[in-house]
């Protein structure tokens, strides 16, 4: 297993876990987050596969570091994953803290 696939599943678990484990937030849960990851993972599929697009990559991937997996346009799915840990922290954070000035 390549460094980058291993490093997407730490980061998607590990987000995860902070969610279920500690802050407890339930923004996963809602509509308005998949709606949100929805409109993130389609602006992802535009400029992630245009800058990955095996016919002219800008953003090269050494094959021994991720699955070599590529969907679609040529993306490597790790980069969704990457997407989804990075996308949902931040929400997560960003929950929690207004929620406890709230408080």
């Not at 991937?61 to 993306?75: E, K, N």
């Not at 990457?82 to 997560?92: N, Q």
């Amino acid at each position: 297993m390549g460094e980058y696939t291993l490093f997407t599943i730490v980061a998607v678990l590990g987000v995860l876990a902070i969610e279920f484990f500690w802050l407890r937030t339930g923004i996963l849960r809602t509509a308005q987050y998949w709606l949100s990851m929805a409109l993130v993972f389609f602006f992802q599929i535009w400029v992630d596969g245009w800058l990955t697009k095996l016919s002219d990559p800008i953003v090269i991937y050494y094959p021994d570091q991720f699955s070599g997996i590529r969907f679609p346009f040529d993306i490597p799915i790790e980069d969704f994953g990457f997407g989804f840990a990075m996308v949902t922290l931040t929400l997560l954070t960003w929950h929690k803290l207004t929620h406890r000035r709230a408080e």
